[in-house]
């Protein structure tokens, strides 16, 4: 299944399915200070309003790392949802179900000082700064709770999760949004990467009107910059698209049964 959900171990971090706050150390601080004062400066005009908002509305800062009992207080009050600390990505089902719970899954381990500039696995940093926002906006979030219960009827037929796993890559991980008339980044996975932000604005890359078949039929490597953004109008957009995504759904279990 072409999908960013696979397994990964948790990494140099003590794992009892809570955060360990008291477990960080300076060199933790450090990293995540310099991570977020760089990509706040490489999404400088790039970042859509809407982020920046919820950035504010969970109350991340660069001298610290987010706690995820103070998050999860505040976002309970914004949209209902919670946080769950997982040890990293976990598989397909258990995603969807926790999100069709109001739940995200994050991993709680940070990259070393060794490796700011890449490291193989996504780690708290994505999961974290480009994520948990948004789950503070309430349009936003209906789309990810209502993507999740469709997932959950779809589980066991791979062609419609490879699709989903699609759409969930060119929305949430890869997203851009118009903002006043201008491309602007809402995807976390281009939100937590200097190389993504820079390409996504880059006459390299190709950006597309939004368009649910389309992106539900392109593939995509999940190991090399994106060639390819998808364009919505707002979050509505989003919502809206949602019975498209359910009837090209049926279709594919109707050609599966068929077979």
């Known amino acids: 299944m072409e999908t960013p959900i696979k397994q990964r171990k948790e990494s140099d971090r003590a794992f009892n399915g809570k955060q360990n706050y008291h477990l960080y150390t300076a060199e933790d601080f450090a990293v995540w200070k310099i991570l977020f004062e760089r990509q706040m400066g490489n999404l400088s005009?790039?970042?859509?309003e809407a982020y920046?908002?919820?950035l504010n509305d969970v109350g991340f800062v660069a001298d610290k790392?987010?706690?995820f009992s103070e998050v999860e207080?505040?976002?309970?009050k914004l949209t209902g949802w919670?946080?769950?600390?997982?040890p990293g990505i976990i598989p397909v089902?258990?995603?969807f179900t926790l999100l069709s719970q109001k739940t995200f899954p994050a991993t709680t381990w940070l990259r070393k000082l060794s490796q700011l500039d890449y490291i193989e696995e996504p780690d708290m940093f994505h999961d974290v700064f480009g994520h948990i926002p948004l789950l503070s906006n309430k349009a936003f979030t209906d789309y990810v709770f209502a993507l999740s219960k469709i997932a959950l009827q779809h589980i066991n037929n791979p062609i419609a999760m490879e699709m989903l796993g699609r759409l969930y890559w060119f929305t949430l991980e890869f997203g851009l949004i118009k903002d006043a008339g201008e491309n602007k980044i809402y995807g976390a996975g281009i939100i937590s990467s200097g190389g993504e932000t820079k390409n996504a604005f880059s006459a390299l890359s190709t950006k597309a009107k939004f368009d649910v078949a389309a992106v539900m039929n392109n593939a995509f490597r999940n190991d090399i910059i994106q060639e390819k953004y998808y364009v919505i109008e707002s979050f509505s957009e989003l919502f809206d698209s949602l019975k498209t995504i359910e009837n090209i759904l049926s279709k594919t279990a109707c050609a599966v049964k068929e077979y």
């Open 52 to 54: 920046l908002t919820a």
């Open 93 to 95: 089902d258990e995603f």
């Open 45 to 48: 005009g790039k970042v859509s």
């Open 73 to 76: 207080e505040r976002l309970l």
């Open 82 to 86: 919670k946080l769950k600390v997982v």
């Open 65 to 67: 790392i987010p706690d």
